[in-house]
């Protein structure tokens, strides 16, 4: 079963426009995790925000998250053609005294030139 | 390069049959997980190896096994092909069974025909 739900499932966008990406889960976190896959490649890990963080910037990324909607928002300011790509949430179920990585089916970004 | 080793990158076999997907985590790292992705069902938790043991598992078929050798490498054997079973794998490793610090790899696409 899929913990992280992403929306929207697909969107298209010019080059220099904002593009904002939604997860929502349905567990307690410790932290939630956003992910970049290029098309048939592996996933690339973007940032990782705690449960007690709000807001986190990396580059031209903003994260989000509202632990009291269980949901985050992963924000690319200015965005370029390269970033073209799946983007996944991920948050870590506990398992068996591990913790397994949890993916959403993914919100798949195009970026027009 | 992320670190982590898949090989081979790619795999056509017939329905039947049996393969191996070999993955090498980076190094370091004591915990591998494996995963599947397919169009229609996401990235799915298959099983986790820890130093060795399986300590979690996840969606994973009776025809799929999985095993950690003492070098850390870790074997995904999936056998009586089904057209279904095409799709691409991931491993991912990570220095102990946290929820952080999941390293994927490029992943080996296995068609079945």
């Known amino acids: 079963s899929q913990q992280g739900e992403e929306d929207p499932q697909a969107l298209s966008i010019q080059e220099g426009e904002n593009a904002t990406m939604n997860c929502s889960y349905k567990t307690s976190i410790n932290n939630l995790q956003w992910y970049r896959q290029n098309s048939g490649r592996g996933l690339v890990h973007l940032i990782l925000i705690r449960s007690n963080e709000r807001e986190k910037h990396s580059g031209r990324l903003r994260v989000t998250l509202d632990t009291s909607k269980k949901s985050s928002s992963l924000l690319i300011t200015a965005s370029r053609a390269a970033d073209t790509a799946s983007y996944f949430c991920?948050?870590?179920?506990?398992?068996?005294?591990?913790?397994?990585?949890?993916f959403g089916r993914g919100t798949s970004l195009i970026v027009h030139p | 390069d992320s670190g982590v080793t898949q090989t081979p990158k790619h795999l056509i076999t017939a329905t039947g049959q049996r393969v191996t997907l070999r993955c090498s985590p980076r190094?370091?790292?004591?915990?591998v997980y494996w995963y599947q992705q397919s169009l229609d069902q996401g990235l799915q938790f298959l099983i986790q190896?820890?130093?060795?043991?399986?300590?979690a598992k996840g969606n994973i078929l009776e025809r799929f096994s999985a095993q950690q050798f003492p070098d850390l490498h870790s074997e995904l054997n999936l056998s009586s092909l089904e057209l279904g079973d095409s799709a691409l794998y991931f491993c991912?490793?990570?220095?102990?069974?946290?929820?952080?610090?999941?390293?994927f790899g490029s992943g080996t696409r296995l068609t079945v025909v």
């Open positions: 190094s370091g790292d004591l915990s």
């Open positions: 190896y820890y130093n060795g043991e399986e300590r």
């Open positions: 991912a490793s990570s220095v102990t069974v946290a929820d952080y610090g999941y390293t």
């Open positions: 991920a948050t870590a179920l506990a398992s068996g005294g591990s913790y397994i990585p949890t």
